[in-house]
């Protein structure tokens, strides 16, 4: 598609749940990135994804958040057992490749909240 | 473990004023180094980015340098208009290309 796109955009869910977060990332891009960015703050790193294995997954915060990009393309983000402070906008983004002299293309996010 | 500051958290300015916003990294050997624009509830959008070689990129009214030696960076906004208000977001990657973000300027532009 013509940019990166997340669904849904947003989605409160009560402590304890299951939830899945979706990201479809530019055609063409191998590399793709998930953040997340609480409130007031900077995003923060959480797993990338080059091609369809997780290269980098050293920023889940524990073993409660998964995700998959099973062929490819469109990765989810899958977080068991949801907590309060897992309330924050979750932010997918696209490159060419893991290559950084590539720039990023960010899609508009998932806004999670916990009750 | 590169860390990245933005100095001024906050900015509140008159529209009309040229304004510049600034962005500090401890790692001098950058592969580049990115400006986002964050608006409220919305993603980041791409503005400049400025590879390790370059000193400067313009966009229209935006202009951002890059001292790699100083670790510095500075993204200065011309003529400034109610329509930049927004945060604004740098940015840089390390070698697998994994962003580290600083916190980010809030600016607020005032007609």
């Known amino acids: 598609g013509a940019g990166v796109s997340q669904t849904p955009s947003n989605k409160v869910t009560e402590k304890g749940k299951y939830v899945e977060l979706r990201c479809d990332p530019i055609?063409?891009?191998?590399?793709l990135y998930w953040y997340r960015q609480s409130l007031g703050q900077g995003p923060e790193f959480l797993i990338y994804?080059?091609?369809?294995?997780?290269?980098?997954d050293s920023g889940l915060p524990n073993d409660r958040f998964f995700a998959v990009r099973p062929e490819g393309s469109v990765s989810t983000l899958k977080i068991q057992r949801t907590e309060r402070g897992d309330s924050a906008v979750y932010l997918c983004?696209?490159?060419?490749?893991?290559?950084?002299?590539?720039?990023?293309?960010f899609g508009s996010g998932t806004r999670l909240t916990v009750v | 473990k590169q860390e990245v500051t933005q100095i001024p958290a906050a900015l509140s300015v008159p529209e009309g004023e040229n304004l510049v916003l600034n962005c500090s990294f401890t790692?001098?050997?950058?592969?580049?180094l990115q400006w986002f624009r964050q608006d409220p509830g919305k993603g980041l959008t791409s503005l400049l980015l400025i590879q390790s070689s370059q000193r400067e990129q313009t966009s229209g009214r935006l202009n951002a340098s890059l001292d790699k030696s100083s670790g510095r960076s500075t993204l200065y906004i011309a003529a400034s208009q109610p329509g930049d208000s927004a945060t604004y977001l740098c940015?840089?990657?390390?070698?697998?290309?994994?962003?580290?973000f600083g916190g980010g300027t809030r600016l607020m532009v005032k007609p």
């Open positions: 940015a840089v990657p390390n070698a697998g290309n994994m962003l580290t």
């Open positions: 994804f080059q091609g369809t294995g997780a290269a980098d």
């Open positions: 983004a696209s490159s060419l490749n893991r290559n950084p002299t590539y720039g990023y293309t």
């Open positions: 790692d001098s050997a950058i592969y580049n």
């Open positions: 055609s063409g891009h191998t590399a």
